[in-house]
């Protein structure tokens, strides 16, 4: 199923929980939802010490009611299961619920996220209350989705997960240490292991230089965590089968695989908190577009949920400035533009007390309608509620970025070359540019994923190949396919061990038609050129020294010493396809014009058939187009034919003026 409601679910993290000594708020709470065209509500994240107050003592009067009230309101709630922060109790009783650090001290209670993923007795009680929530409330008309946690992160050194480690590691391994030595070289430094019990977790006063160790814990981290979570939705399935599922993340956070998530939840969603400025928003809201592509990908193009962004300011940046009115609005807009079927906040009210007390939140400590970011919200609400043509909808995407967690990982842990600046979030996003200010959808999507109906693929700094990798490349670019590559492409199998044969390996130095022999890191400032189409540019940080062996050279350095007839950019002619390869770390202006180059030649197609200006990014999903102004400035925008704006229901066309923050959402 695509869509589960037929409106953008509007709404946010509600904690009537702590307001259950003042209940007078919560008949205002609704009241003031009511006007800010609030249709849902995401319930009882952190509300486990009031659920459960007494180990096996329940008490859901609280929540019976709350749930009642929502339901008369039409709310639909997102109901959470607690495991995000335990009551006090248990940790005092079953000190093993709490999480181990590197050094082996155990945390004392406190915070939250807190929790050993592998710990029997933690999974046992996270499961007991999530059975008695969904006996509960299966059947409330308010039960909308379940909300699982709450951004699962971290990572547990206890005796438990080591042993939990090594039994996955035996299964990984097959049950064989020799497989094990070979793979992560442990003759490098006598290492060889030869009881499984020797092996740990990788730690600072421990082993932290064996890069394959860091790669199988992190998968570890990922599969227990995901084991965590399957556990916690068993009764949720069982009882209530037909409510979706669904568990928040946290941008590009790199301690869990959340590709490996995705298939386990009904949608996917994400908490939303860039460094929105109140001047040019260009930047960050390309790199937001990024991660929202990354969500929407995960599912082949489902819609996400936007599960949490502020409606104001946060409370943990360095400083937390007031943003002009129209910058979350827009940023909201965006996010249904990239496919998101919700937007909600963290969170409706502000608290009294604690932490979070100075987060942004729709409701202020005045606790009344009357204040600029009530208005805002209660504005978008509006707006949102006149988007249903979108609900549901997925968006056509004919290229893709290949952008890999455990890329990612590796890319982070090997020793050499550029160590001061590997940046490949960064890389991946500046190869997306290229697409976002042309207004071309992509998806942006794991190494592991068919690429066969794309017509170009790029998958830039791409130095790990896991199984498989390197035969899906060559098969996509044999029927055609486009594929692009960079500097240390194709370094490294699964277990980061260096191919032989020469780069990039695995087959791959026959599809592209070069040889990487040597790779040069550059220091802040220096680069080399490379002169493309008639122009140049820097090529920085990272080059390889290259030869062609087949390929066409594009392009080859203008330097001189062992650059002297290096080329910089191939492409190579492989079964019905092409092979690209940019041999360098390049500015966005390369990437920009060598990307614009390929989308003509292919005729992708923009989701604007209009120009769009600096700074204004475009994104259509089903009928609906939606044009938005980050540049900070007003912006004019040449429409080619009249439209109905669909929020005001008017009709515009022709030259356009977009104001500072401004939109147009236009059928
Ligand atoms: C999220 C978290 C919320 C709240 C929010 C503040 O990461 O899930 O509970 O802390 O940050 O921005």
Redesign the pocket.
């Known amino acids: 199923m695509d869509k589960y409601y037929d409106h953008i679910i509007h709404g946010g993290?509600y904690n009537p929980d702590q307001w259950i000594d003042t209940k007078e708020v919560w008949d205002e709470d609704l009241r003031l939802m009511d006007l800010a065209k609030i249709n849902s509500a995401t319930v009882g994240?952190?509300a486990w010490s009031l659920l459960e107050p007494e180990e096996g003592v329940f008490n859901f009067p609280w929540l019976n009611e709350v749930m009642d009230k929502l339901a008369s309101h039409g709310k639909k709630v997102v109901l959470a299961t607690p495991s995000?922060a335990r009551p006090p109790w248990m940790a005092q009783k079953y000190p093993e619920v709490l999480r181990v650090e590197e050094s082996g001290a155990r945390n004392e209670y406190g915070v939250?996220h807190n929790h050993c993923p592998t710990s029997p007795v933690y999974r046992e009680k996270t499961a007991r209350i999530n059975r008695r929530l969904a006996e509960r409330y299966k059947g409330h008309p308010a039960l909308f989705m379940w909300h699982v946690s709450?951004?699962y992160s971290g990572e547990c050194h206890c005796e438990l997960c080591q042993k939990a480690f090594r039994a996955w590691l035996k299964k990984e391994y097959h049950n064989s240490l020799d497989e094990l030595n070979f793979k992560w070289w442990n003759g490098f430094w006598s290492h060889r292991f030869t009881d499984w019990d020797e092996i740990s977790s990788p730690k600072y006063r421990g082993e932290n230089h064996v890069p394959a160790l860091k790669l199988a814990w992190r998968r570890f981290v990922t599969e227990q965590h995901l084991s965590f979570y399957r556990n916690e939705i068993e009764p949720l399935r069982e009882l209530t089968p037909d409510v979706p599922v669904t568990t928040?993340m946290?941008r590009l956070y790199k301690g869990i695989n959340y590709h490996k998530f995705a298939p386990y939840v009904d949608v996917v969603s994400w908490?939303n908190?860039p460094d929105w400025t109140n001047g040019d928003n260009a930047d960050p809201a390309a790199e937001t577009a990024f991660v929202h592509d990354v969500f929407r990908s995960m599912k082949d193009g489902k819609p996400f949920y936007l599960?949490?962004s502020?409606p104001s300011i946060?409370?943990?940046k360095p400083v937390n400035r007031l943003l002009k009115s129209g910058v979350q609005e827009l940023a909201a807009i965006q996010a249904v533009a990239h496919g998101a079927d919700s937007v909600q906040y963290?969170?409706w009210r502000k608290s009294r007390g604690g932490?979070?007390k100075f987060?942004g939140a729709a409701v202020d400590h005045v606790g009344n309608e009357n204040t600029r970011v009530f208005r805002d919200v209660s504005r978008l609400g509006g707006v949102l509620e006149r988007l249903d043509a979108v609900v549901g909808a997925r968006t056509e995407a004919h290229a893709a970025i290949v952008y890999d967690w455990e890329n990612a990982w590796a890319t982070e842990f090997f020793c050499g070359y550029h160590n001061a600046r590997r940046d490949y979030d960064k890389i991946c996003q500046s190869w997306y540019r290229a697409f976002l200010r042309r207004g071309i959808p992509v998806d942006v999507i794991p190494a592991d994923r068919d690429f066969s109906k794309y017509g170009l693929v790029a998958a830039p700094f791409l130095y790990l190949l896991g199984d498989g990798v390197a035969d899906r490349i060559k098969e996509y670019v044999k029927n055609g396919g486009r594929f692009i590559a960079t500097y240390l492409t194709g370094i490294v199998d699964r277990d980061d061990l260096c191919f032989r044969g020469g780069f990039p390996g695995a087959g791959l130095r026959e599809v592209f038609g070069v040889w990487a022999e040597e790779t040069d890191s550059l220091g802040e400032g220096e680069y080399n050129t490379v002169s493309f189409g008639g122009k140049t540019y820097r090529a920085e940080n990272t080059c390889d020294v290259l030869h062609a062996e087949g390929a066409r050279i594009l392009s080859a350095y203008e330097t001189a010493s062992f650059y002297a007839g290096s080329p910089a950019v191939t492409v190579n002619g492989y079964g019905k396809g092409y092979a690209y390869y940019a041999a360098f770390r390049p500015e966005q202006a390369f990437i920009d014009d060598f990307c614009g180059g390929l989308i003509d030649e292919l005729g992708l197609v923009p989701d604007a058939p209009f120009p769009l200006p600096d700074g204004v990014f475009a994104r259509k999903r089903g009928d609906v187009l939606f044009v938005m102004n980050f540049s900070g400035g007003e912006r004019t925008v040449a429409l080619d034919r009249e439209y109905r704006d669909v929020v005001s229901g008017e009709s515009c066309g022709g030259g356009t003026v977009l104001p500072e923050n401004g939109y147009l959402i236009l059928a």
């Open positions: 993290d994240i952190f995000g939250r709450n951004e928040n946290m908490d908190y599960m949490e502020t946060v409370n943990h963290f969170q932490h979070e987060h």
